[in-house]
Structures are given as structure tokens and as C-alpha cells.
């Protein structure tokens, strides 16, 4: 019998955790499940799920956890996050040389980055490849995977996605560090995860887990050549 998923499929579908965009790199097509006849992908829910579980694995066995988000939306979940599992936090803008640069007064020396989106989350990734730390990232299907290590496919800009998505990470690591013991041991409830009244203003806007077809944006800076092979 196959192993059920961490949450009923219905929390994850109705979270919209499995609905891409409209842009499909090569990269992100291995977890495409089907292209609905709007032009949005759907991601595969049984890879998210298993990708969740390897991430939370290999998180929980890091003593120093950055998470790093310049998206408005996350804020809030990577803070509570942070707390429950002892991470540290950088919202907005990533101030170069904090990975890289040891004169730096903000200067950590992180074990594994968490990144929200490889896109937007750019400068903390390039830098993570220069000093060498893993990078785990939630990727759209419209990201490049290119220097990341773990992948965990999701729709990673839904506030609805993102919470669910950190509020099982945070249960999942703490499971695995044997903090609690079971999923009924967790007592911190999803909305815990996002600022109040953020979801009902998401369902207000029309939001949910429909998909507007996202634009790249252009921008002007050079990766650093991967240490993938």
C-alpha cells in the first residue's frame, strides 16, 4: 500500500500548492503532472509530498538553517518558521558578503540556505554557490534549478501555498529531530503561518490557488558557474 501524504489531498489542492504558470523551464518538467486547458501547469502532488519529506530530512540534521525570502507574501511564514525550528532569517533584500565575506558584521556561515524562489532569491543563491553551502529551494515551473540541490516543486507564490508548505516543513523537521513524536504533538495551526486576515484578503482579491500567467523578469547580473555536475 502506497504511503499516504503528509496532509489529505484535498488541504493540498485546496492550498493550490500544486498549481504552476504557464512558463515550464526543461528543468521543472520532470514534476509536471498534466497542462490544464487554461495553460497552467499542475505539478505532480506525489513529488511535492515526497519532495517535502527529503527536505525536512535534510534540514533537520543542520544545526545552522538561513531562510532567505524578498517576497512580501512569505515573510511572515519563514518568521514563524525560523522560530519554531531555530533558523535564521533574512526577509527582503540579501545584503551581499553575508555568506562570503567573514569581515562582514552580518556575516554567517549557514550549513544549508532556504530560498523561496531561486528567481527573485538570486544574490543568496549566487553566494551559496561561492561558498559552498547546500541550497534547498521551492521552485515554480517557471524556475531554473540550475545550482540547487534539493528541489522541492510548489507554487511559490500563494500565500496559501507557502504557509501550508512551512507549516509542514517546520512539523516535519522537528518530527525528525525528535522534538515531537507525532503529527498530533505540533499544536501550531497553519494560519499560525500567515499574518492575520491574510487569507480571507486573498480570497477577496480572487487569488486562491488560480494563477496568473507570470512575466520573467529582466535583469542584469552574472551566475556564478555551477559546482553541480
Known amino acids: 500500500m502506497s504511503e499516504e501524504f503528509l496532509v489529505p489531498q484535498e488541504r493540498y489542492l485546496a492550498s ?16 509536471v503532472y498534466k497542462i490544464r486547458p487554461d495553460g497552467l501547469a499542475v505539478m505532480n502532488l506525489r513529488i511535492i509530498d515526497e519532495r517535502i519529506r527529503i527536505a525536512a530530512k535534510f534540514l533537520a540534521r543542520a544545526k545552522k538553517i ?8 512569505a515573510h511572515h511564514a519563514i518568521e514563524k518558521f525560523s522560530e519554531l525550528v531555530g533558523a535564521k532569517t ?7 558578503g ?3 565575506n567573514p569581515h562582514y558584521e552580518n556575516f554567517y556561515e549557514a550549513d544549508v540556505v532556504l530560498i523561496i524562489d531561486p528567481m527573485s532569491d538570486y544574490q543568496v543563491l549566487n553566494e ?6 547546500p541550497i534547498v529551494a521551492i521552485c515554480d ?9 534539493i528541489v522541492i516543486p510548489a507554487n511559490n ?9 512551512f507549516w509542514l516543513l517546520a512539523k516535519e523537521i522537528l518530527k525528525e529531530r525528535g522534538e515531537i513524536k507525532a503529527d498530533e504533538d505540533f499544536k501550531h495551526k497553519i494560519e499560525d503561518f500567515a499574518k492575520e486576515g491574510a487569507f480571507r484578503e486573498s ?27
Request: hydrophobic fraction near 30%; aromatic fraction near 6%; charge should be positive.
Open 90 to 96: 533574512v526577509k527582503g533584500r540579501f545584503m551581499p
Open 157 to 165: 507564490k500563494g500565500i496559501r501555498s507557502i504557509t501550508l508548505l
Open 128 to 133: 551559496a554557490v561561492t561558498a559552498r553551502v
Open 203 to 229: 480570497r477577496e482579491r480572487g487569488r486562491g490557488y488560480e494563477r496568473r500567467e507570470y512575466t520573467r523578469p529582466r535583469r542584469g547580473f552574472t551566475r556564478p558557474r555551477s559546482r553541480r555536475k
Open 98 to 100: 553575508m555568506l562570503t
Open 16 to 31: 493550490g500548492i500544486h498549481i504552476g504558470t504557464k512558463q515550464r523551464t526543461k528543468q521543472m518538467r520532470h514534476f
Open 141 to 149: 515551473t517557471l524556475n531554473e534549478t540550475n545550482d540547487v540541490d
Open 66 to 73: 538561513l531562510v532567505v525570502s524578498r517576497k512580501s507574501v
